[in-house]
Structures are given as structure tokens and as C-alpha cells.
């Protein structure tokens, strides 16, 4: 593999490697304040150089795990790609080799691009990478990006397996979200009563990307209080109308938190005739939360939104 | 007067130590704000440190795995740095998590010092013995290295935070190499520099029969103390130049002095107290000084340790970088016990640390004022603002992937003033934990970004404010009480009616799964922010959440948002509000 990269290195002029590396070392620099115009500029110089910048790019560059460099990468090696599909060919066969370099980050990082180039048909050979330690966070990248349900037994095995560190789990919901489909919605529902709290809010904003409004609707009655929360947050963050039926009541909860919960997600779907039950409701309420959740409601109804959405 | 003052501290901090920071009733509260969106405080627990590296402290990763002890940390910090540097030279260890200090001191030597009277020879043999012991234990710090790895790290040690030449270089093998260096010696070492220090320390019955005079000693058993140059200073204005310099009164003008004993006067020490490679002592007990020094001083150490006692008088610092209790791969403090005081400097100051670092500031009291910055940008992202980190903050080295140490500030009285622009005021950068303690009077906090109990980028930061009537201000945000970046920051303030005001990620605001909290727990306060996304604030990140919380717990209050006395508010993804009286129980 290292003999690849530097016959690779070799093949570009002279000049080239060294007119690159300048560019390049612009082109991963913080994009903030006085570098705003300067860094684009140099992922544009070398997106117009196309090939021979793949072969400077790949493998050579992929050894990085600051996030500045791989945003970089992605930029860059994107940019070419679509320029036309014989470059993109190129970057996936260089991607597709380096998925099996020695070096972990280069393995990631490639899998991680190939996803971003939407080359599923090297789903088989970045599967493989979910057994990697090393690695698997960028696998988890590229099958997300697939959507292949195929995928997702694998990916729900690695969630549930024992010792899987949390970020990673977290990054196994993320990927469960963005594939979609039954079983994927199945895992998500069973962790919104996950005990690491960052797995459960992963779970309930996956499944607020995937609308899956009907799935929520049936936690609404789920005995764990958490999940409860959970799905009432989620619908009213989704704000289909739909479940304003399922709302209303849990409105009038002996929990407090629940019916907190369940006016603020009512917030995203009011109608002016909730004034006749929740100004009522406001006199009778003893409960801060609440009561701060109906005034919040009752003054959205007579004004409209911040512009801020805030 | 000075005895009474500290004891009058030693009580205060020793009562203040019976009951936590966070008592039954804040605890409850926070709780409950938390069941309003859907978390616990276990759940404040979410993993924040995804990666590890051989010189996290465990300090760190217990502010990032349970954040509420940031408060006891605070509670600690002003505690243990308070008047007495000797306790707080041992206390401080246990911050680097440095154990088994011992008591053994070095073997005696003997040294033969022709100088009269007496009190003068006896100080200067004293004072040769601490600068003997304390140079023994500094070098056995670094006696495991090869002289390779010796050889890389005087090139490249103190370059680790005072490159100015803002090109990267690969500190991969200085870092490797330094990491052989023994914390437990620069403690001992500190430990012995505070015992020569003796803040307490009288005037010699016959000062009046000194002489000035320099001597170079010759006649010792001590191979490290040929060559050494003491100086010794009568009543009058004296000029000294020397390693050591022992002076009983006048006004008098130190220049390139490591160690220093000044019974009084108002003097002027330019560039002494070094603390590069060095170990540095400097002791005034009295009058309106000066300090002036480049980098390293004013109890600032790099693979040292270094202190510095003023014990009474309004004092002026002034230094450019790594001053003013400042230390990395080792210990640097600054205690100042009385007066109305001026620090000035530019860049990591007043309470920092870095790498394997102890860096403290206590001002025990009189009504002071810190300012850091001016000098060097914060390009390319705020090329017009000017860097500080500063002020009890502590900075980890993260493009090599090194956690920082630990940056306090501890004032304990009177009315002061902080200024700083972008990082500091209790903050941290990169696995690290920076604190600033103020614990009485009515203080003002000034901020252009980052920092007023903060953590920036997986780090913890802390701002505790005990008493008075305060006013936090920051132009641009991610402060007062904010956690960006996997990071965790609290700002506490305990009474007064005070002022918050804020831009974005402020009053309890997080961002990128960070933890931002603030606690006002008694007083008529308002929270002013120039932006919506303030008074518990955070958004959606990396697929998972962050939180902001703003506890107000007592007092009528304004806010410039959505938060009422006696309400409770949700906001953005996930940031709540709880205002309450605690009569409402």
C-alpha cells in the first residue's frame, strides 16, 4: 500500500506535488475571519486541477483526523468528482483501495468519502469495517449515507453490543435514522429508554427526521414516563396536526411534566379555540412549568411567531 | 495586623468549607428544571471526552463526567489558596494528581558566607539553602531524561507556550520527552520556596547595622552553590544585581534577580523571579512595588517552580506572557495579601496553567484589578480582538492532542475589576480546568468571548462568585456559565443583586453536545442578552443534544428573554430556565 501511494507520488510532475502541498495547506486552514475568501479559493484552484490532484489527494492526504483537513478532503475530492464521471471513478477506485490501508484514519476517512460520493457498490467491502474498531465510525458515515436497509441488523447488533463506547452508539442511532425503514425504526423506539441520555435524544431526533409520526403516536402510552416525553417532544417538533387528538388529553395529566410536555408540543399545532380551554387551564394551574408553557402557548396564539423562531 | 488577617481567612474559608457550594435547595431546583426536559442529574454525565491521552488530569475528566462538581472544585480552590502558600504548594499536588511527596529534605551542606552582622548571614545562608534545596529537587524532576530527551527539552520546553512566531511545528517528541519529568519534584520544590517565604518574617533587631555589600560564594560543600552571587542591602535605596538579594528597607531596584527577601520600601523588580528552567523566590513584606518582567515571572515557571509573596502595599505587575501564577510542566503561584493591586499582562496570566501545570493567582485582599491582553491577535477568527487566556484559565495543547492543567485565580476580598477579551475568567481550552474564585465584594467581569465559567472545546471551566452586588458583561458570547464543544462550564454566584450581560451561548447556553450552567442563587439580578440564544440555550449536535440551564433562586429578576420570576422555561433543542424563591418550598 505504501509502495501504491508513493508510485502515485511519483507519477505527478515535479513541480506539481510542491505547487499542491502550498495550495492545500491553504485550502485546510480554519475558514473564519480573515481566511474567508483565501480558503475557498484554494479548494476552487484545486478542484479545477481535477485528476492529478485525486492522485495528491489519495492516499496521500487521507492521514487526518482533524476536522478541518477532512471537510477539506470531502470538499475538495467531491468537487472533482462531479466534474466528471471518470474522475469520479478515479476517487472511489483510490477510495475503495484505501479502505484497506494499514493506517485506521485513512481507512475511516476513505470510507467516510465514499459514502459522500454515494458509491454503495462498495457497501460490502466498508460493511466489513464495522468489525474495525478503528474505523467503523466512518463505515457507520458511508451506510447512512447508502440508506441500504440491508445494513441495519449489523448496525443494531454494534448499538446493543456490550462495551460499545457511547459516542459510538450514538453514531449507530444517527446512521438507524438516516437509513429509515422497519427495522431500523424498531431499535430506534426500543432505545428512546436507553440509560445513556445521549442515545435516548438521538433516538427521538432520528426519529423526528424519519417523521415517523405513527411509531411516536404509539409511545404515547408507553409505561416508561422518559419514552412518553420523549415521543411528545418529538411530535411537536415534527408538528403534525395529525396528533392533536392524541395530544389534548395528556394536556389535562395529573403529571405535571407530562402535561407540560404535551401543551409545548401542542404549541407547534394551535388552533385560536385552544384560548377557550387553556386561559382556564392557566388559572388553575399550580405548576410553574406548565403554567409557563400555557402562557407561552396563549401568547403564540395572539401574536404571531418571532421571526428569530426562537 | 497581617496574623490577624489570615487567620480571619483561615476561619472564613474553613466555615465556608462546612456546607457545599451547591446546597440541598440548588440541587432540587436544578433537578427539577432538568425533569422539564426529560434528564436527571446522572444524566449531566454524557460522555464528553471521547479521546484520552497520557497527561489528562483527573480533575478534568471529573468536571466532564459529573459537572456539579465544578462547584466543589471551586469550593477547593478557594480553600486551599488562600494566604498560607506552603498549604497551598502541598494542596496544590493533589490537583495534578501528584501523591507521595514525602518530607525527606536534602542532605546538609556547608557553606562559609563572610558577612556581618549576623541577621544578615544567617538570612543569606537561609536563603542559599532554600535556593540549594529547591534547585535539587527541580533537577531531579528531570533526571530520568536521557540526555537526548534533556537536550529537546531545554531547546523546546519553555517554546511549548511562548512561540510567538505562529508557525506550527511537531511538538510530538518535546512532548514525549517532557512527559518523564516528575511533577513531585517541582511540588517539593515549590514546597521548600514557600517555607523560605515566611510571609510573617520581622525586620532584623539590628537592620540598622547592615551593610550593602556583594559576595560571591566559594567556600561550600555544595558544588551548585559555587559562583553564587548574593547581594545584601542596607536601610537605604539600593541597586542590586545578583542571584540572590537580601535587602532590610529603602526603596530599592532589583534587576535579573532570582531570588529576592525585601523587608521594605517601595521597590522596582525588573526582570527578576524568572522561573524558565529556574526555580524563582521573591519575598516583599512591605511597601508599593513594582514588578516588571517579559514572560516566566512573577511566579510563572516552565519545568520549574516559582513563587511570588507580596505580603502588604498597593502593588503594579506587569508582565507579557506565562506570569502571575503561571505554570506548565511544573508550579507557579502568586500570593499578594494586602492592598489595592494592578496585574497587567498579555497572554496567559493571572491564574493559568498548561500542560502538567499549576498555575495560581491568590490576592487575599484590597480592591484589584486584572487585565489581560492587547497584544497578541486572535487571527483568523477575530483578527480586531486580542487573545488573553487568562485569569484563571488553563489550555491544552490540541493539535497534539495533550490535556492542559489546571489555571486559578482566587480573590478574596474587595471590590474588583476583570478585563480580559477572548478566553478567560475561569475557562479552559482542551482537556483542562481553569477556575476563578472571587469571594467577597462588589466585582465587575469583562469579556469579549469564551470564557466566565466556561468550557471550550472538551474542557471544564468555572466562575464562583461568593458575595456582592456583581455585573458580568461579554460582547460575543459562549460565556457565563457555557459548555461548547463536548466542554462543561459553570458560573455560580452566591448573593448580591447582580448583572448579566450577554450575547450568544450565554446564561446557560451550550453548543456541539457541550453543558453550559448558571446559578444565581440570592439577589434582584437581571440577564440582558444582545441575542436570542441566551437564558438556557443549546441546539442539536453530532446527532445528540447539549444543554443549557439558568437557575435563578431567589430575588426579583428581569430577563431580557422569555424567563419570569416564579416560571419555569424551555427553549431552543434542549435548554431550560427555573425561576424560584426558596420560600416557595
Known amino acids: 500500500m505504501k509502495r501504491l501511494a508513493l508510485v502515485l507520488l511519483m507519477a505527478l510532475p515535479a513541480g506539481a506535488q510542491e505547487d499542491f502541498e502550498a495550495i492545500w495547506k491553504e485550502a485546510c486552514l480554519w475558514e473564519v475571519g480573515s481566511n474567508v475568501e483565501r480558503v475557498p479559493a484554494a479548494r476552487k484552484k484545486l478542484i479545477e486541477a481535477g485528476g492529478p490532484v485525486l492522485d495528491f489527494l489519495i492516499p496521500g492526504k487521507l492521514d487526518a483526523a482533524d476536522s478541518i483537513i477532512t471537510r477539506s478532503l470531502s470538499l475538495v475530492i467531491l468537487g472533482i468528482a462531479e466534474k466528471d464521471p471518470a474522475l469520479r471513478k478515479k476517487a472511489v477506485d483510490g477510495l475503495a483501495e484505501s479502505l484497506e490501508s494499514e493506517k485506521p484514519v485513512v481507512r475511516r476517512n476513505a470510507a467516510d468519502l465514499l459514502g459522500q460520493l454515494g458509491a454503495s457498490e462498495t457497501a460490502p467491502a466498508i460493511a466489513k469495517l464495522l468489525k474495525d474498531k478503528d474505523s467503523r465510525g466512518g463505515a457507520l458515515m458511508a451506510l447512512g449515507a447508502f440508506k441500504l436497509e440491508s445494513s441495519v441488523p449489523s448496525i443494531a447488533e454494534l448499538l446493543d453490543a456490550e462495551g460499545s463506547p457511547e459516542r459510538l452508539r450514538v453514531l449507530c442511532v444517527v446512521t438507524l435514522g438516516s437509513i429509515g425503514g422497519p427495522e431500523a425504526l424498531s431499535s430506534l423506539v426500543a432505545h428512546l429508554a436507553d440509560k445513556a441520555a445521549a442515545v435516548r435524544f438521538a433516538a427521538q431526533y432520528a426519529l423526528e427526521g424519519l417523521r415517523a409520526v405513527e411509531t411516536l403516536r404509539t409511545c404515547l402510552s408507553d409505561p416508561d414516563k422518559r419514552v412518553r416525553l420523549h415521543a411528545l417532544n418529538a411530535l411537536g417538533r415534527i408538528g403534525d396536526r395529525a396528533v392533536r387528538t392524541d395530544l389534548l388529553p395528556l394536556a389535562g395529566d395529573p403529571d405535571p411534566q407530562v402535561r407540560g410536555f404535551a401543551i409545548e408540543a401542542l404549541i407547534s399545532m394551535l388552533k385560536p379555540s385552544d384560548r377557550d380551554w387553556m386561559r382556564p387551564a392557566l388559572e388553575r394551574e399550580k405548576d410553574p412549568f406548565v403554567k409557563g408553557k400555557l402562557e407561552e402557548a396563549l401568547r403564540r396564539i395572539d401574536a404571531p411567531a418571532r421571526p428569530d423562531g426562537m | ?585
Not at chain 2, 497520557?54 to 459529573?66: Q, S
Not at chain 2, 506565562?322 to 498579555?346: E, K, W
Not at chain 2, 484590597?366 to 488573553?388: I, M, R, V
Open chain 2, 1 to 585: 495586623m497581617k496574623r490577624q488577617l489570615a487567620l480571619f481567612f483561615a476561619i472564613a474559608l474553613g466555615a465556608s468549607a462546612e456546607e457545599p457550594l451547591l446546597d440541598a435547595f440548588t440541587r432540587s431546583k436544578l433537578a427539577e428544571a432538568l425533569g422539564c426536559v426529560n434528564l436527571s442529574v446522572d444524566d449531566l454525565g454524557w460522555n464528553k471526552r471521547p479521546i484520552d491521552d497520557d497527561f489528562r488530569l483527573k480533575c478534568v475528566n471529573d468536571t466532564l463526567d459529573r459537572p456539579l462538581e465544578l462547584a466543589d472544585y471551586a469550593a477547593r480552590a478557594e480553600r486551599e489558596f488562600g494566604a498560607d502558600p506552603r498549604s497551598a504548594a502541598a494542596a496544590g499536588a493533589a490537583w495534578l494528581d501528584v501523591d507521595g511527596l514525602g518530607t525527606a529534605d536534602p542532605e546538609p551542606f556547608e557553606l562559609d558566607l563572610k558577612v556581618e552582622p549576623e541577621s544578615a548571614r544567617a538570612l543569606a545562608l537561609e536563603f542559599a539553602g532554600t535556593w540549594r534545596d529547591a534547585e535539587l529537587y527541580r533537577a531531579g524532576a528531570t533526571a530520568t531524561l536521557t540526555p537526548d530527551e534533556w537536550a529537546v527539552v531545554k531547546k523546546n520546553g519553555a517554546r511549548l507556550y511562548l512561540d510567538e512566531s505562529e508557525e506550527e511545528w511537531d511538538m510530538t517528541e518535546t512532548l514525549a520527552a517532557a512527559k518523564k519529568a516528575e511533577l513531585a519534584g517541582y511540588f517539593r520544590a515549590a514546597i521548600v520556596l514557600a517555607r523560605g517565604a515566611q510571609a510573617d518574617r520581622k525586620a532584623p533587631a539590628d537592620a540598622a547595622d547592615w551593610k550593602t555589600a556583594v559576595l560571591t560564594v566559594r567556600e561550600t560543600s555544595d558544588e551548585g552553590l559555587k559562583g553564587l552571587k548574593i547581594s545584601i542591602g542596607g536601610s537605604g535605596n539600593d541597586v542590586h544585581e545578583a542571584d540572590i538579594a537580601i535587602d532590610v528597607g529603602g526603596n530599592d531596584e532589583y534587576r535579573n534577580c532570582r531570588f529576592v527577601l525585601d523587608f521594605g520600601g517601595d521597590d522596582t523588580y525588573r526582570n527578576c523571579g524568572e522561573g524558565n528552567f529556574a526555580c524563582a523566590l521573591i519575598v516583599d513584606l512591605a511597601g508599593n512595588d513594582r514588578y516588571l518582567n517579559a514572560n516566566l515571572a512573577q511566579g510563572g515557571a516552565a519545568f520549574a517552580a516559582s513563587l511570588l509573596v507580596d505580603v502588604a502595599g498597593d502593588d503594579r505587575y506587569e508582565a507579557d506572557q506565562c506570569s502571575q501564577g503561571s505554570g506548565y510542566f511544573g508550579v507557579g503561584m502568586l500570593f499578594d495579601l494586602g492592598g489595592n493591586d494592578g496585574y497587567r499582562g498579555a497572554r496567559f496570566v493571572q491564574g493559568f496553567a498548561g500542560v502538567r501545570g499549576l498555575g495560581v493567582l491568590s490576592d487575599v485582599a484590597g480592591n484589584d484589578t486584572y487585565y489581560a491582553g492587547g497584544k497578541y491577535s486572535h487571527a483568523p477568527l477575530l483578527p480586531e480582538n486580542f487573545q488573553s487566556l487568562s485569569q484563571g484559565f488553563a489550555f491544552g495543547l490540541r493539535g497534539a492532542n495533550t490535556s492542559g492543567g489546571v489555571g486559578i485565580l482566587a480573590d478574596h476580598a474587595g471590590n474588583d475589576v476583570y478585563s480580559a477579551e477572548v478566553f478567560g475568567q475561569g475557562a479552559s481550552y482542551w482537556f483542562a480546568l481553569g477556575v476563578l474564585v472571587d469571594s467577597a465584594g462588589h466585582d465587575k467581569y469583562d469579556l469579549y468571548q469564551y470564557g466566565q465559567g466556561a468550557g471550550i472545546h472538551l474542557s471544564s471551566g468555572v466562575l464562583f462568585d461568593r458575595a456582592g452586588n456583581d455585573a458580568y458583561s461579554c460582547n460575543y458570547g459562549v460565556a457565563q456559565g457555557c459548555g461548547h464543544d463536548w466542554a462543561a462550564g459553570l458560573l455560580l454566584d452566591l448573593a448580591g443583586d447582580d448583572y448579566y450581560q450577554g450575547a450568544g451561548m450565554t446564561h446557560g447556553g451550550a453548543n456541539a453536545n457541550g453543558l453550559g450552567i448558571i446559578i444565581d442563587r440570592r439577589g434582584d439580578d437581571a440577564y440582558s442578552g444582545s441575542r436570542p440564544q441566551v437564558q438556557g440555550f443549546s441546539f442539536q449536535s453530532r446527532g445528540s443534544f447539549g444543554l443549557g440551564v439558568l437557575l435563578d433562586l431567589g430575588g426579583k429578576d428581569r430577563y431580557s428573554e422569555e424567563g419570569r420570576d416564579n416560571r419555569t422555561w424551555t427553549k431552543s433543542t434542549l435548554g431550560v430556565g427555573l425561576d424560584c424563591e426558596e420560600e416557595s418550598r
